[in-house]
């Protein structure tokens, strides 16, 4: 065994076995020898998984209870045999989600506190050059709970499924019936599942099991997925961003906010130049009393936070803690550093209502429904997405805008640019009119005149 | 004397019209208020406001943020004369609600109308 750390891939692509509750989709699993005989897992691309599951790009999991042999049979090659105990049954590995990297080195089974049991294929030897990449099916059991329409349940034991997808549309029509729950009618009824419409899962999500973004399982009333205020319009239409550390995205950031009496929020702001950053107001000046602190990182994608920087200043619309008014929900935040110089900035811009109207925008943050986030007090705890919708404004107000962009809580100071520009014309503020428009404070000749004069950008 | 009358007269038509349109208004608002609905995960009687989830599951999940803030406000009606001490963790309540929606995560709602406690 060499002691030195080769990047290799292991696994086998079939899901053999166990309780399947969220749902998986195809990455890219690269494995390294640590020391120990254990393997390091890095799960280096999300493909579809994205959608529903917290398996983030660059994630490490650590498998301490299987057994591995990693053996070079020549050079620049490694054969590595990864099995847990009873190959051939069913187990569940129970692997650290959290805190994949702290187990390193545990004996056995370790679920720590706030830490999702995944459930892992048993494994065969697989032989492959070094840096050789095969791809496998990750099923999720636990708590980091979908979020999207889908609740996939059932107990997966087709051997013969060869692909993600297609174990994918086999749980779907074997777990059991689907029951379409009617938020407005209350009513519920049974749903024909027909496979062509599941033959991806990405076309599965997209488009919404039923069409009108809600289905669910039988025995899961869907119930309590109604008194979801309507933030998404229709279907939902955001799409993931994975490119964080580009533009126009790398400049966004997502702001971990503890407020006076250390209860922590979510929210988005974005750089307008080196050192400050727009955001909502109420992502400032939380409640009754400015936030007692801010960290912001930007490029920030999974568990890899990417630059990091702390609020030094806060500034917002005096007037909005009392009118609560979109129009007023604007806020700054002056860092401790400079990230800009990596980041780089945003432009922003005010315009004529004409053309506001005429323009397509996107407004892109950090919703709360995806990723993993936790109300412990260090940002270790977190595990992020980037998602952005697109399309037209439907109201243009003189010191607001509404939209049908899907966005979601934690969005809060997201920017509202121009898709084609980047310029950005309005800080994103929530719901307007639930289930028909979102909006956002419009940055106005005042707002930008205001900017400029306190240095906040030139 | 017919000018007092005449101004009486207005003063009594402003009053009824104030009181009408008052209720109007009012009734305009309750008509467009939405609701949501969900399960009580904390109770601040000093900050007068609940944190809700949407799941069940995820309210004795110490490490959950919570989906969404109800600030209670002295014009929020409770169902059975309740206040803001009737509600603990656990219980589900259906909130009416105007205004928007903070899309911080956890959310808060702008103006909170009313709290059913079920």
Request: overall charge negative; aromatic content about 10%; some cysteine.
């Amino acid at each position: 065994m060499r002691k030195r750390k080769l990047a290799v891939v292991l696994l086998s692509g079939m899901l053999v076995g166990g309780m399947l509750r969220g749902t998986y989709g195809t990455i890219t699993v690269s494995a390294m020898e640590s020391e120990n005989h254990q393997i390091d897992v890095n799960l280096t691309e999300a493909v579809s998984a994205d959608v529903h599951a917290p398996v983030m790009e660059d994630e490490v999991y650590t498998i301490t209870d299987a057994t591995v042999v990693a053996e070079q049979t020549e050079e620049n090659r490694l054969n590595v045999t990864v099995t847990n105990e009873g190959f051939a049954t069913i187990k569940e590995w129970s692997i650290s989600y959290e805190a994949a990297y702290d187990i390193i080195g545990a004996e056995g089974v370790e679920v720590l506190d706030n830490s999702d049991v995944k459930t892992l294929a048993p494994t065969q030897a697989v032989s492959l050059e070094a840096g050789e990449s095969y791809e496998f099916c990750l099923s999720i059991a636990g708590t980091a709970e979908v979020t999207s329409p889908y609740r996939v349940s059932g107990v997966f034991d087709d051997q013969s499924l060869t692909s993600c997808d297609e174990a994918y549309v086999d749980a779907l029509l074997t777990s059991s019936d689907f029951v379409e729950y009617d938020c407005e009618t209350q009513e519920e009824r049974l749903i024909t599942v027909n496979p062509e419409d599941l033959a991806s899962v990405d076309e599965a999500t997209t488009r919404g099991y039923n069409g009108k973004g809600r289905s669910f399982l039988v025995g899961d009333t869907g119930k309590d997925d109604c008194a979801n205020p309507n933030m998404i319009i229709g279907s939902d239409n955001r799409t993931r961003v994975t490119a964080v550390k580009s533009s126009p995205y790398y400049p966004i950031g997502f702001l971990y906010i503890t407020d006076a009496k250390n209860n922590h929020y979510v929210g988005t702001g974005f750089l307008i130049s080196e050192n400050y950053m727009l955001t909502a107001a109420h992502c400032v000046y939380m409640d009754t009393s400015a936030a007692k602190s801010i960290q912001v990182f930007f490029g920030a994608n999974g568990t890899s936070y990417g630059v990091k920087a702390d609020a030094k200043t806060l500034g917002w619309c005096s007037s909005y803690p009392k009118t609560k008014s979109i129009a007023n929900d604007w806020g700054y935040i002056k860092l401790n550093s400079t990230p800009g110089k990596t980041c780089g900035w945003a432009s922003i811009g005010y315009t004529t209502d004409k053309n506001m109207k005429a323009a397509s925008y996107t407004v892109c943050g950090y919703p709360g429904d995806k990723g993993s986030y936790s109300s412990a007090s260090t940002m270790g705890h977190q595990s992020v997405q980037m998602w952005k919708a697109s399309g037209k404004l439907s109201g243009v107000y003189s010191g607001y805008v509404t939209y049908a962009m899907d966005t979601m809580g934690g969005q809060s100071g997201a920017p509202v640019y121009n898709s084609s520009t980047n310029t950005v014309y309005a800080i994103h503020h929530g719901v307007d009119d639930p289930g028909r428009a979102n909006g956002g404070a419009r940055i106005t000749k005042g707002l930008y005149t205001h900017l400029i004069d306190i240095g906040a950008c030139k | 004397m017919s000018k007092q009358i005449v101004i009486g007269i207005a003063i009594v038509v402003v009053a009824i019209a104030g009181v009408f349109g008052i209720r109007y208004v009012r009734d305009q608002r309750n008509q467009n208020a939405f609701s949501m609905e969900g399960y009580v995960k904390s109770v601040d009687v000093e900050s007068q406001r609940i944190l809700i989830c949407y799941d069940q599951e995820l309210v004795n999940d110490e490490t959950y943020m919570g989906d969404c803030y109800i600030p209670v406000e002295k014009k929020t009606k409770f169902s059975d004369g309740k206040d803001i001490t009737s509600i603990h963790p656990g219980d589900y309540v259906i909130v009416e609600y105007t205004g928007t929606i903070q899309e911080t995560f956890p959310s808060e709602i702008t103006e909170t109308v009313s709290i059913t406690i079920e």
